[in-house]
T-cell receptor, first 117, second 113 residues
Framework: NAGVTQTPKFQVLKTGQSMTLQCAQDMNHEYMSWYRQDPGMGLRLIHYSVGAGITDQGEVPNGYNVSRSTTEDFPLRLLSAAPSQTSVYFC????????????????FGPGTRLTVL | QQPVQSPQAVILREGEDAVINCSSSKALYSVHWYRQKHGEAPVFLMILLKGGEQKGHEKISASFNEKKQQSSLYLTASQLSYSGTYFCGTESISSGSARQLTFGSGTQLTVLP
């Protein structure tokens, strides 16, 4: 198993550009999520999905879109990049035995380091 | 509202013990603990669920006081490999927040030889 993979590893954008961060998992997990991590801070949830076709907003969703057309893939789209979106982005996936609550570990991808100039 | 972790940083000698605390203002369903080394992704340590169930690595010890909405992570006989930043994440029992983890700002643990 490759686990959770993310591409690209590094990206530099100019203000106003758009791009998509890719995330894929091969563990057949229903739950997937995107976090951002700023220096000296914890992880903040951007968007999450509990299954194909189902997405919801997290703590800091503004400026980001997501879609979930398959169980495996959960891309994050930056609509119009801003310097405030400079951060490290982590994708994570999890199996949830209860179906409604997070009761199992999240597997994190290696992260994408994004700089917006 | 994010949980509050204490201490913010701790330095230990190999073999010493440490306790990291996590406190929330909300009623919790679960507390999750992760460790992150510099430049790497967070790695799962333990989940503590309302009702007493725990899932995690056998060498990790933690507690969850549901009434006080607090959790503590116990690191005993620390090893050099324990160094890193420890994060707690909480899932609160309130409308609209299920399946959302809110993470604290982390506790930086350094173990010296």
């Amino acid at each position: 198993n490759a686990g959770v993979t993310q591409t690209p590893k590094f990206q530099v954008l100019k203000t106003g550009q758009s791009m998509t961060l890719q995330c894929a998992q091969d563990m057949n997990h229903e739950y997937m999520s995107w976090y951002r991590q700023d220096p000296g801070m914890g992880l903040r949830l951007i968007h999450y999905s509990v299954g194909a076709g189902i997405t919801d907003q997290g703590e800091v969703p503004n400026g980001y879109n997501v879609s979930r057309s398959t169980t495996e893939d959960f891309p994050l789209r930056l609509l119009s990049a801003a310097p405030s979106q400079t951060s490290v982005y982590f994708c994570a996936s999890s199996y949830s035995s209860s179906g409604s609550l997070l009761d199992d570990e999240q597997f994190f991808g290696p992260g994408t380091r994004l700089t917006v100039l | 509202q994010q949980p509050v972790q204490s201490p913010q940083a701790v330095i230990l000698r190999e073999g010493e013990d440490a306790v990291i605390n996590c406190s929330s203002s909300k009623a919790l369903y679960s507390v999750h603990w992760y460790r992150q080394k510099h430049g790497e992704a967070p790695v799962f340590l333990m989940i503590l669920l309302k009702g007493g169930e725990q899932k995690g690595h056998e060498k990790i010890s933690a507690s969850f006081n549901e009434k006080k909405q607090q959790s503590s992570l116990y690191l005993t006989a620390s090893q050099l490999s324990y160094s890193g930043t420890y994060f707690c994440g909480t899932e609160s029992i309130s409308s609209g927040s299920a399946r959302q983890l809110t993470f604290g700002s982390g506790t930086q643990l350094t173990v010296l030889p």
